[in-house]
């Protein structure tokens, strides 16, 4: 099946600081989400970006889709920002695979 | 903004005793999930459910799991005789159109604590 691979596996910031998550995947995809995991467990989906780029507010997210990598950008980070953020790919049907996840702590 | 409703947000229950986590889906989406996260690891697909039929399920989907759609608005995922390695956060998905380039939205997990 696809590999998916997150980097790197713990990130700790200092608020107001930027960051670039990423995420490898081993094999073209029809489907990429971002995810953020919060401290409740509820997983909140940020973009649905199987290839180019997008903006929401602080976050953006690149989809090299040739290169099979995503980024994700968050900019000026709060302590809201902190949990754990997983990329998914569906690379047939509809299973998304997700990576190992990417663990954000934001301190104040 | 409509949402994945899932109920209970925890459950706990004895090994060997029958469960089933409930989830109502978004109203007018057509393809349906479970997903499980046990404590500290990635988020694994269980099974999907389109027609009232599986559509594809996962090794870890065994003869313990079944899923329902009893009605029009609910969707089950039962676990007939469950064992400590059960425990996990299990979130319910759905999503719109049948082909791969579509969103999968995710509920906010029910919590199974097996004791």
């Known amino acids: 099946g696809i590999q998916v691979e997150q980097s790197p596996p713990d990130l700790i910031l200092q608020e107001g600081a930027n960051s670039t998550l990423r995420c490898n995947f081993s094999?073209?995809?029809?489907?990429l989400q971002w995810f953020h995991q919060n401290p409740w467990g509820q997983l909140i989906n940020l973009f649905y970006i199987p290839s180019g780029t997008k903006q929401n507010g602080r976050l953006s997210a690149t989809t090299v889709a040739t290169e099979r990598y995503s980024l994700l950008y968050i900019s000026s980070s709060q302590t809201t920002d902190s949990g754990v953020y997983f990329c998914?790919?569906?690379?047939?049907?509809?299973?998304?695979?997700f990576g190992g996840g990417t663990r954000l702590m934001v301190k104040p | 903004e409509p949402e994945v409703t899932q109920t209970p947000s925890h459950q706990v229950t004895q090994m060997g005793q029958e469960v089933i986590l409930r989830c109502v889906p978004i109203?007018?989406?057509?393809?349906f999930y479970w997903y499980r996260q046990i404590l500290g690891q990635k988020v694994e697909f269980l099974v999907s459910f389109y027609n009232n039929e599986i559509s594809e399920k996962s090794e870890i989907f065994d003869d313990q799991f079944s899923v329902e759609r009893p009605d029009g608005s609910n969707f089950t995922l039962k676990i007939r005789s469950t064992k400590l390695e059960d425990s996990a956060m299990y979130f319910c998905?759905?999503?719109?159109?049948?082909?791969?380039?579509?969103?999968?939205?995710f509920g906010a997990g029910t919590r199974l604590s097996v004791l």
């Open positions: 094999d073209s995809v029809n489907n």
């Open positions: 998914a790919v569906v690379r047939a049907g509809n299973m998304l695979t």
């Open positions: 998905a759905s999503s719109e159109t049948l082909i791969a380039k579509n969103i999968q939205y």
């Open positions: 109203s007018n989406h057509l393809y």
